[in-house]
T-cell receptor, first 112, second 110 residues
Framework: KAGVTQTPRYLIKTRGQQVTLSCSPI?????VSWYQQTPGQGLQFLFE???????NKGNFPGRFSGRQFSNSRSEMNVSTLELGDSALYLC???????????FGPGTRLTVT | EDKVVQSPLSLVVHEGDTVTLNCSYE??????LLWYKQEKKAPTFLFMLTSSGIEKKSGRLSSILDKKELFSILNITATQTGDSAVYLC??????????FGQGTELSVKP
């Protein structure tokens, strides 16, 4: 069974630009969660989608948004990028929220 | 405020040693506690615990949860250099949201 895939794996953007990251969950998984990982803050929850609906949202500004499609694939968007948005963005999928989450390889975003 | 605290933050041992990693939590509406291993890449799932006192085991790794005292431990016996990694503890308290601890960085010397 294929694991969680994320594209792109690496991305360099400049301040003020916007970026879209993509996540394809494990086949049969309907829940997709997004996390930001930085050396200073560790892993922090961004949001979670289930059946195309955002069910939970973390404490991030409105510049961070996401969506989920009918095939469970998910995208997250960050607008007006700031230097502090440089991080590893991880998505994780699970069958439903009661099951364990499996992480994708992440997208390393660098904002210059 | 919900929080997950891991200890120690870092640990250096020699091959063959046994280690115990700790995770304590204070969260509302606890659903489950998960352990992950992270080696310079995405976290790899190890265990999910939902009930107190039931040990989960996989090879040299084992874990147990105490919901009364609000903590979990992860044991690794006969450590190997391949066990070197950051071990993350996370608690699921609200749908698909995981609250992570700071992680324990384990270094196993030959």
């Amino acid at each position: 069974k294929a694991g969680v895939t994320q594209t792109p794996r690496y991305l360099i953007k400049t301040r003020g630009q916007q970026v879209t990251l993509s996540c394809s969950p494990i086949s049969g998984h309907r829940s997709v969660s997004w996390y930001q990982q930085t050396p200073g803050q560790g892993l922090q929850f961004l949001f979670e989608y289930f059946s195309e609906t955002q069910r939970n949202k973390g404490n991030f500004p409105g510049r961070f948004s996401g969506r989920q499609f009918s095939n469970s694939r998910s995208e997250m968007n960050v607008s007006t990028l700031e230097l502090g948005d440089s991080a590893l963005y991880l998505c994780a999928s699970s069958r439903t929220y009661t099951y364990e989450q499996y992480f994708g390889p992440g997208t390393r975003l660098t904002v210059t | 405020e919900d929080k997950v605290v891991q200890s120690p933050l870092s640990l250096v041992v020699h091959e063959g040693d046994t280690v115990t990693l700790n995770c304590s939590y204070e969260v509302t509406n606890f659903r489950s506690l998960l352990w992950y291993k992270q080696e310079k890449k995405a976290p790899t799932f190890l265990f999910m615990l939902t009930s107190s006192g039931i040990e989960k085991k996989s090879g040299r790794l084992s874990s147990i949860l105490d919901k009364k005292e609000l903590f979990s431990i992860l044991n690794i016996t006969a450590t190997q250099t391949g066990d070197s990694a950051v071990y993350l503890c996370a608690v699921n308290n609200q749908g698909g949201k995981l609250i992570f601890g700071q992680g324990t960085e384990l270094s196993v010397k030959p």
